[in-house]
């Protein structure tokens, strides 16, 4: 078992930034290949960015690319999502995923795939 809580979120206009973190506890010594989704109102959840347990393989989303970093470190067992020149349709609920994975190279953008989730942080983002 692991335990996810996310931090990070709030209001910033259009154009800021935010850095979201995702703490993980428990099994920690286990490989988890973790990933952020983001879900906003009448919407389903969407896949924004994963990656691997090694931290040398990441995936995006296409709408976020080159605006949003995926990162982790694993010496305080927390990921992270930076967050740049939000737009007001990065509006959402975003949470953190884990799977535990033994592929060095493992991601997915499938919410299927993951067995750990957090509890979601808001991120606004005004016009």
């Known amino acids: 078992q692991v335990q996810l809580v996310e931090s990070g979120g709030g209001l910033v206009q259009a154009g800021g930034s935010l850095r979201l973190s995702c703490a993980a506890s428990?099994?920690?010594?286990?490989?988890?290949?973790m990933g952020w989704f983001r879900q906003a109102p009448g919407k389903e959840r969407e896949f924004v960015a994963a990656?691997?347990?090694?931290?040398?393989?990441?995936e995006y989303i296409d709408s976020v690319k080159g605006r949003f970093t995926i990162s982790r470190d694993s010496a305080k067992n927390t990921m992270y999502l930076q967050m740049n020149s939000l737009k007001p349709e990065d509006t959402a609920v975003y949470y953190c995923?884990?799977?535990?994975?033994?592929?060095?190279?493992?991601?997915?953008?499938?919410?299927?795939?993951?067995?750990?989730w957090g509890q979601g942080t808001q991120v606004t983002v005004s016009s």
């Open positions: 995923a884990a799977k535990e994975s033994s592929l060095p190279f493992y991601t997915s953008n499938d919410p299927r795939r993951y067995n750990f």
């Open positions: 428990g099994r920690t010594s286990s490989r988890w290949s």
């Open positions: 990656i691997s347990w090694s931290g040398d393989f990441t």
